[in-house]
């Protein structure tokens, strides 16, 4: 027997030699010299990519294995039920326990995605997602081999508890002009339309389409395209709900904000420091917020006339990187912003100061959006290393991270959705996660 004093020591981690790189496997060093092995260069890109990768891989099977968890010691559906009817939670603070539960167990399953045209059906990459307010259709942006995007819509009245296929409607006449920012708009209907801003690459190029060009009625009884005008790269854009400053979109370009009218074509300019990255109308006041590169985010009141040298910026606040997306809160006084350097802040529009910072969303210099659910109390953005991060609004504790199912890369970010409501009023909740060529749903079990 040994002594009761005996200590058992572990040998020393290896240190880090540069241009070395150490394999725990094989427990030893390799030379980081590009080239140097004609059949398997070793690079720092490609050691990363690998320790990635096996990473991704891992949390895949342990998604799998484990059906139900929690990110909080003690929250189970009794015990909420318990404290529910005990009175010691509020209606409010049970929904959204709930919801957290629900999102910690939802399980991941892939859609059947059916087109009219099955030549064209999965066949591209998915680049952007966007849902309208009733989450009962999504509009899509996909990339095509020749160049340029391809635009549809998903109907998701399909996505059912039992099934899980939806209906892909194309218009093949809009496929040349690539597409970095997308929303609805509501002219005649609530979503009647959407705002297409074009990117840096092509001639910049603004236009608003009607959403039944995207539909199965006979081509004949279409409207055409409502407007469409060529401008500077655009960034980003977005639709004004509130009446005094009705029919417009606004467009963030380089240096200058545009708000168009589309119904008399009146516009006007705001001129900026800053490339606009993100926009936001407000609802109870025409009252435009605008991220720029620079970091800044600034407000503007529309209705203000254009006279030159006069600042038009009321509220203002800073980030420390480039603001690649906002959100303003329902109430209004308060606004959620993400930055290019991973940050993600709430901030109190009465004091212009940071109340809260959500922690672990990855980003260096990717224009990704945010995706914020008052009613079921989640935030959710997806990173630019493609994990799909879910935290609690109320206290920002990270509630999931969700691996892709494929393997990480620049063109295979995931665009997302999260609703308790897919496909409406009586839609399933769940994430719907667009990846490459494929539709995912992760339900709520």
Same mark, same amino acid.
């Given at each position: ?45 490609? *050691? ?71 030549? *064209? ?167 435009? &917020? ?67 910072? &959500? ?12 995706? *914020? ?73």
């Amino acid at each position: 027997s040994y002594p009761s004093d005996f200590v058992t020591f572990s040998p020393p981690a290896p240190q880090e030699l540069p241009g070395f790189y150490y394999d725990s496997e094989k427990n030893r060093y390799f030379r980081l010299l590009p080239g140097h092995n004609n059949y398997n260069p070793l690079t720092k890109e490609s *050691v990363q990519y690998k320790a990635m990768e096996c990473k991704r891989l891992r949390l895949l099977e342990e998604e799998e294995k484990q059906k139900k968890k929690t990110t909080r010691a003690g929250l189970n559906s009794s015990v909420l039920l318990q404290k529910r009817q005990m009175g010691l939670l509020s209606s409010t603070s049970y929904c959204r326990l709930v919801h957290e539960l629900k999102v910690n167990c939802m399980q991941r399953r892939k859609i059947e995605i059916h087109s009219p045209d099955s030549s *064209v059906a999965g066949t591209n990459n998915f680049k952007i997602i966007v849902a309208d307010v009733a989450c009962e259709r999504i509009f899509t942006v996909s990339d095509v081999e020749h160049g340029g995007c391809k635009y549809g819509i998903i109907n998701l009245s399909g996505l059912g508890k039992e099934s899980l296929t939806v209906e892909m409607y194309d218009n093949l006449y809009f496929t040349n002009r690539k597409v970095n920012s997308v929303c609805w708009a509501s002219l005649t209907h609530p979503d009647s339309h959407l705002c297409l801003m074009g990117i840096a690459e092509t001639p910049g190029c603004a236009s608003l389409l009607p959403a039944s060009l995207f539909s199965s009625t006979n081509p004949g009884d279409r409207p055409g395209m409502l407007c469409s005008f060529k401008i500077s790269t655009a960034w980003s854009c977005a639709w004004c709900l509130n009446p005094q400053a009705d029919n417009c979109f606004s467009t963030g370009l380089t240096r200058r904000v545009l708000v168009t009218n589309v119904v008399t074509g009146h516009r006007q300019t705001f001129g900026t420091s800053s490339d606009v990255l993100a926009q936001q109308f407000a609802r109870q006041t025409p009252v435009l &917020y605008n991220g720029c590169r620079s970091g800044e985010i600034f407000s503007i009141d529309v209705r203000q006339r254009n006279r030159k040298g006069q600042s038009w910026k009321a509220i203002r606040l800073f980030h420390g990187s480039a603001v690649t997306s906002i959100h303003l809160m329902e109430a209004e006084d308060y606004l959620m912003a993400a930055d290019m350097a991973g940050k993600i802040k709430l901030w109190d529009l009465r004091t212009t100061k940071c109340v809260k910072q &959500y922690q672990g969303h990855h980003n260096e210099y990717a224009i990704l959006p945010l995706h *914020v659910n008052e009613e079921e109390g989640l935030l959710t953005a997806v990173g630019q290393d493609c994990y799909t991060r879910i935290w609690s609004l109320q206290d920002a504790h990270l509630l999931r991270t969700i691996p892709s199912p494929h393997p990480s890369s620049k063109d295979a970010i995931p665009s997302v959705v999260f609703s308790s409501r897919l496909g409406g009023r009586r839609g399933v909740p769940g994430l719907l996660m667009a990846v490459k060529q494929d539709l995912y749903h992760f339900s709520y079990i």
